[in-house]
T-cell receptor, first 111, second 113 residues
Framework: QKEVEQNSGPLSVPEGAIASLNCTYSDRGSQSFFWYRQYSGKSPELIMSIYSNGDKEDGRFTAQLNKASQYVSLLIRDSQPSDSATYLCAVIGGGYQKVTFGIGTKLQVIP | NAGVMQNPRHLVRRRGQEARLRCSPMKGHSHVYWYRQLPEEGLKFMVYLQKENIIDESGMPKERFSAEFPKEGPSILRIQQVVRGDSAAYFC???????????FGPGTRLLVL
């Protein structure tokens, strides 16, 4: 069973701090990794994708991938109350695999 | 370039009725995925389709649920004889190829009375 694990939270951080969201996956052959943000009552929206080891930065967001440790994370710098949402980690396994979503981490940014 | 479209956005049915949910993928996308999300729970994969073919329906309940993606027109998720436990948000996503980024529609919120 291919799994993607996230802490459901809530993760509370003060406004302006760095929020760190973590995700582990079980399929060592996984190739593609995505972070989605989902506001309450809305559909998931793509924040970032990452395919190779290391860091990928886009504005206030940085995705980090470590395939050896089977670990992917999302850092949000200068967190804002508008970042309060559930963040979903999604992984595409090796070979002919569909994407598997984690349960999501609920982030609360406290003003 | 329009995104993934779903309709209706909200659907109310009484127990025993049928629910039909529609999804039009983004232009140029031939892969469609359906997910179900219960309140305060994660996304659960239901079915993956390409034009005229069901590729993976491992997440779909064996009874009452069916899906299609005809050559022309939207993908349809059909739930027969709905029960209260079917009340959920149903999201459709599409991608240009299997292992590429999925983009989500706004979802259909189904309420079974």
């Amino acid at each position: 069973q291919k799994e993607v694990e996230q802490n459901s939270g809530p993760l509370s951080v003060p406004e302006g701090a760095i929020a760190s969201l973590n995700c582990t996956y079980s399929d060592r052959g996984s190739q593609s990794f995505f972070w989605y943000r989902q506001y309450s009552g809305k559909s998931p929206e793509l924040i970032m994708s990452i395919y190779s080891n290391g860091d990928k930065e886009d504005g206030r967001f940085t995705a980090q991938l470590n395939k050896a440790s089977q670990y992917v994370s999302l850092l949000i710098r200068d967190s804002q109350p508008s970042d309060s949402a559930t963040y979903l980690c999604a992984v595409i396994g090796g070979g002919y695999q569909k994407v598997t979503f984690g349960i999501g981490t609920k982030l609360q940014v406290i003003p | 370039n329009a995104g993934v479209m779903q309709n209706p956005r909200h659907l109310v049915r009484r127990r025993g009725q049928e629910a039909r949910l529609r999804c039009s993928p983004m232009k140029g996308h031939s892969h469609v995925y359906w997910y179900r999300q219960l309140p305060e729970e994660g996304l659960k994969f239901m079915v993956y389709l390409q034009k005229e073919n069901i590729i993976d329906e491992s997440g779909m309940p064996k009874e009452r649920f069916s899906a299609e993606f005809p050559k022309e027109g939207p993908s349809i998720l059909r739930i027969q004889q709905v029960v209260r436990g079917d009340s959920a948000a149903y999201f459709c996503a599409s991608s240009p190829e299997l292992q590429e980024t999925q983009y989500f529609g706004p979802g259909t919120r189904l309420l079974v009375l």
